[in-house]
């Protein structure tokens, strides 16, 4: 099992610059999460989808962050455009249901935005 | 809501020698809890979890936890560290959403 799979691992971008990041989760789990995790802190929410369609993304700032996936399977999380402050480490995660147990998470997305 | 508080966020401690990360929630309703570490540079990985049943759950890596509901804690523990062992370690609640605590760091010294 490959696990849930993200790119690229290390992002450096300049301000106002446009950046995606990819994420491909474990095959069969229906939903697949975007977390984003600052500097010493814990991973927040920002969206999560149950296969296609997004069933949470109360967290998403949506003046610039989009987020799709289309065909319920892999899922690309955008940023238009970016800030200093959106530097931080983007989780994708995965799981079969959303009502049990824990997730499996990818090794991330270390965006710098100089 | 559901909230998280991990109660400290450095741990120092040598290895072989016991080690407990504290873990407090607060929620309206039932919850499932789990303790998840992260190494540098790496996404996180599971490491236990309590969703019913016996209140002492037992993890990978020889950690184990005690949810106490009256207490509402769910604190970690491992009887003896190895230098491996060093990770930052992050302490979660699902009621709806899957809530993390804010991380212990855990540095095993030789």
């Known amino acids: 099992e490959a696990g849930v799979v993200q790119s690229p691992r290390y992002k450096i971008i300049e301000k106002k610059q446009p950046v995606a990041f990819w994420c491909n989760p474990i095959?069969?789990?229906?939903?697949l999460y975007w977390y984003r995790q600052n500097l010493g802190q814990g991973p927040e929410l920002l969206i999560r989808?149950?296969?296609?369609?997004?069933?949470?993304d109360s967290q998403l700032p949506k003046d610039r962050f989009s987020a799709e996936r289309l065909k319920g399977v892999d899922s690309t999380l955008k940023i238009q455009p970016a800030e200093l402050g959106d530097s931080a480490v983007y989780l994708c995660?995965?799981?079969?249901?959303?009502?049990?147990?824990?997730?499996?998470f990818g090794s991330g997305t270390r965006l710098t935005v100089v | 809501a559901q909230s998280v508080t991990q109660l400290d966020s450095q741990v120092p401690v040598f290895e072989e020698a016991p080690v407990e990360l504290r873990c407090n929630y607060s929620?309206?309703?039932?919850?499932?809890l789990f303790w998840y570490v992260q190494y540098p540079n790496q996404g996180l990985q599971l490491l236990l979890k309590?969703?019913?049943?016996?209140?002492l759950v037992k993890g990978i890596n020889g950690f184990e936890a005690e949810f106490n509901k009256s207490q509402t804690s769910f604190h970690l523990r491992k009887p003896s560290v190895h230098i491996s062992d060093t990770a930052e370690y992050f302490c979660?609640?699902?009621?709806?959403?899957?809530?993390f605590g804010q991380g212990t760091e855990l540095s095993v010294k030789p």
């Open positions: 989808y149950e296969n296609e369609e997004a069933v949470d």
């Open positions: 979660a609640v699902k009621g709806g959403k899957l809530i």
């Open positions: 095959s069969g789990h229906n939903t």
């Open positions: 309590y969703l019913s049943g016996s209140t």
């Open positions: 929620s309206s309703v039932s919850v499932y």
């Open positions: 995660a995965s799981s079969f249901t959303p009502g049990q147990g824990g997730y499996t």
